[in-house]
């Protein structure tokens, strides 16, 4: 790694269970081994503030809450999470590790809720000004799939309760995303078991440290 090379803003991205998570844990250990500063945070939430706005959005209480309060909380949890752990880590030379950031909205919220995508736009723009992550990864692999690994697991948030055609929706629209910024966003195909998965996130990796 080049000595000079400025904290990187990395996201992880995919639709439920594909294995970000997982992933997260894995790159991890290869910026451990690079001896890289790092910290590793989530949305929504990240913070107590926003945190507690996940539980509203992903939990049972507000089930019915209007698709425009959904985009507009999502972005009060990303605002205090960019002013409060984002930005300050990266000013101070950490990287940042988060799992879903705002590709999350223009796929969810966007595609799978079908929002105005210019609103989330302005959002954005609001929201982070200059802020852009250096690096997505983003994991793919069928619905059918992420379900069957996701349903392993826990009882069905908010979100995953939805039916197929939103998560059809969520995962064309990540596609298209990483179609139109392709240095931005690496698909990974997710479908393989953990190291073949593992295999492709190091290669990426490893490029990125060797720049
Ligand atoms: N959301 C939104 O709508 N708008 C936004 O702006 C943002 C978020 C930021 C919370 O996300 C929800 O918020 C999300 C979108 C919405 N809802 N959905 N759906 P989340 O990231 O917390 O929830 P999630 O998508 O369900 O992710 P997850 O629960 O963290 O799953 P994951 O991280 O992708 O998978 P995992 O936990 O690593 O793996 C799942 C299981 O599969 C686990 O048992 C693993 O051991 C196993 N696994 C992982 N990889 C493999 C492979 N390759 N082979 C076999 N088994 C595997």
């Known amino acids: 790694m080049t000595q000079k090379m400025k904290a990187q803003f990395i996201t992880l991205e995919g639709s439920e269970g594909v294995g970000k998570t997982s992933n997260l844990e894995y790159i991890k250990s290869l910026l451990d081994s690079s001896g890289i500063e790092y910290i590793v945070t989530r949305e929504p939430g990240g913070t107590p503030l926003s945190e507690a706005l996940r539980d509203m959005l992903l939990g049972s ?3 019915g809450m209007s698709d425009d309060t959904e985009l507009l909380l999502m972005f009060a949890a990303r605002a205090e999470h960019v002013a409060k752990v984002i930005r300050p880590a990266l000013e101070k030379g950490q990287w940042v590790l988060c799992d879903r950031f705002t590709d999350a909205t223009y796929a969810y919220q966007g595609g799978g809720r ?3 995508m210019q609103r989330i736009q302005v959002l954005e723009q609001w929201v982070l ?17 992420g379900r069957e690994r996701a349903g392993k697991r826990s009882e069905p948030d908010r979100f995953e309760q939805e039916r197929d055609a939103f998560f059809n929706r969520v995962r064309d629209c990540y596609l298209a995303r990483a179609g139109a910024e392709p240095d931005r966003i690496k698909v990974i195909d997710a479908s393989g078991d953990l190291a073949s998965v593992q295999q492709q996130v190091k290669l990426i990796l490893d490029a990125l440290l060797n720049e």
């Open 61 to 63: 209480d507000f089930k």
């Open 114 to 116: 079908q929002l105005d």
């Open 129 to 145: 000004g200059d802020l852009r992550p250096d690096l997505t990864l983003l994991l793919d692999a069928s619905i059918d799939i």
